[in-house]
């Protein structure tokens, strides 16, 4: 199988590359392909001719989303959507990736993949804006997987890295460190992600649409921050912070927004739970 790798520097590009379990992958530099630039999306997918694309690129720095709207809407919208029709063009089929963020976290269970999206910053809006765009443009080979609260091996640099290292540095910098608590969220370690993505388009029954794809079960920012320091054994006090959903920066993130993931795991592809995934990712400071 040949596949077209978008985003290969990332979290989830890295990991997707590690765990590849046997493919022609293609993993272009963004010098090379820019969803900015629809005629480098053009020439490549020719070039290339995969059977799949994953796409792992997006703007995704919620705070910078707000500042700049237009380019998060030309990242994660129209190029998305020139990605698409490129795809379609080559009869290729697109996975690419969404946020929890489209939701509004009214919901007190897990989201599945039939609830109503409704999202309440800029971000979240690109996001939805682009699941839109993708598949009106290709709906037999589009397939939108959403995921929440990212982690991994490669390093963020959009994000100046990720939430779990973030947190191990400030415990061992800081006697006291404040975290949200008000936020329910379902992290999701990319190592797991990654090899859930490669079964997914592997099976004989992928159907286009949307699929959930996170670590099983859910908690709070400040749950995942206690659970971080108590399995390194560092001595610092982890304080919650209930700030009401609401950014220093002015906008709005869902209280509740963890997902479920209901489609992927009828056909049996599952994640293992949070704990167990930030547990295995530890073990490298243990």
Same mark, same amino acid.
């Given at each position: 199988?040949?596949?077209?790798?978008?985003?290969?520097?990332?979290?989830?590009?890295?990991?997707?590359?590690?765990?590849?379990?046997?493919?022609?992958?293609?993993?272009?530099?963004?010098?090379?392909?820019?969803?900015?630039?629809?005629?480098?999306?053009? #020439?490549?997918? #020719?070039?290339?001719?995969?059977?799949?694309?994953?796409?792992?690129?997006?703007?995704?720095?919620?705070?910078?989303?707000?500042?700049?709207?237009?380019?998060?809407?030309?990242?994660?919208?129209?190029?998305?959507?020139?990605?698409?029709?490129?795809?379609?063009?080559?009869?290729?089929?697109?996975?690419?990736?969404?946020?929890?963020?489209?939701?509004?976290?009214?919901?007190?269970?897990?989201?599945?993949?039939?609830?109503?999206?409704?999202?309440?910053?800029?971000?979240?809006?690109?996001?939805?804006?682009?699941?839109?765009?993708?598949?009106?443009?290709?709906?037999?080979?589009?397939?939108?997987?959403?995921?929440?609260?990212?982690?991994? #091996?490669?390093?963020?640099?959009?994000?100046?890295?990720?939430?779990?290292?973030?947190?191990?540095?400030?415990?061992?910098?800081?006697?006291?460190?404040?975290?949200?608590?008000?936020?329910?969220?379902?992290?999701?370690?990319?190592?797991?992600?990654?090899?859930?993505?490669?079964?997914?388009?592997?099976?004989?029954?992928?159907?286009?649409?949307?699929?959930?794809?996170?670590?099983?079960?859910?908690?709070?920012?400040?749950?995942?921050t206690r659970a971080i320091v108590d399995i390194l054994d560092i001595r610092v006090e982890v304080a919650p912070v209930d700030r009401g959903g609401r950014d220093p920066r002015g906008f709005r993130r869902p209280l509740f927004s963890a997902l479920k993931?209901? #489609?992927?795991?009828?056909?049996?592809?599952?994640?293992?739970?949070?704990?167990?995934?930030?547990?295995?990712?530890?073990?490298?400071?243990?």
């Amino acid at each position: 199988m040949r596949v077209l790798l978008i985003g290969a520097s990332g979290q989830l590009g890295q990991d997707l590359l590690t765990n590849n379990p046997g493919d022609e992958i293609v993993a272009p530099s963004r010098n090379e392909l820019d969803l900015a630039r629809p005629d480098q999306i053009s #020439r490549i997918t #020719r070039e290339v001719q995969p059977d799949f694309v994953i796409n792992c690129a997006a703007f995704h720095n919620v705070p910078s989303c707000e500042q700049q709207a237009a380019e998060a809407f030309l990242i994660n919208c129209i190029g998305l959507r020139d990605l698409s029709l490129a795809c379609a063009e080559q009869g290729a089929w697109l996975i690419t990736f969404s946020s929890d963020y489209v939701f509004n976290g009214d919901k007190d269970t897990p989201y599945v993949e039939t609830d109503v999206p409704c999202p309440l910053q800029v971000y979240g809006i690109t996001r939805l804006a682009g699941e839109y765009a993708a598949q009106a443009s290709s709906p037999l080979r589009t397939v939108i997987v959403r995921t929440c609260g990212l982690y991994g #091996r490669a390093f963020s640099r959009s994000k100046g890295g990720n939430f779990v290292d973030a947190r191990v540095s400030d415990a061992r910098q800081n006697k006291r460190i404040e975290i949200s608590c008000e936020q329910v969220v379902t992290p999701t370690s990319t190592e797991d992600l990654s090899r859930a993505v490669h079964a997914l388009i592997r099976h004989p029954e992928l159907a286009p649409g949307i699929y959930h794809l996170v670590n099983d079960g859910y908690c709070s920012w400040y749950e995942f921050t206690r659970a971080i320091v108590d399995i390194l054994d560092i001595r610092v006090e982890v304080a919650p912070v209930d700030r009401g959903g609401r950014d220093p920066r002015g906008f709005r993130r869902p209280l509740f927004s963890a997902l479920k993931n209901a #489609r992927a795991s009828a056909m049996g592809i599952t994640l293992p739970p949070w704990e167990v995934a930030l547990r295995n990712y530890l073990s490298r400071y243990l």
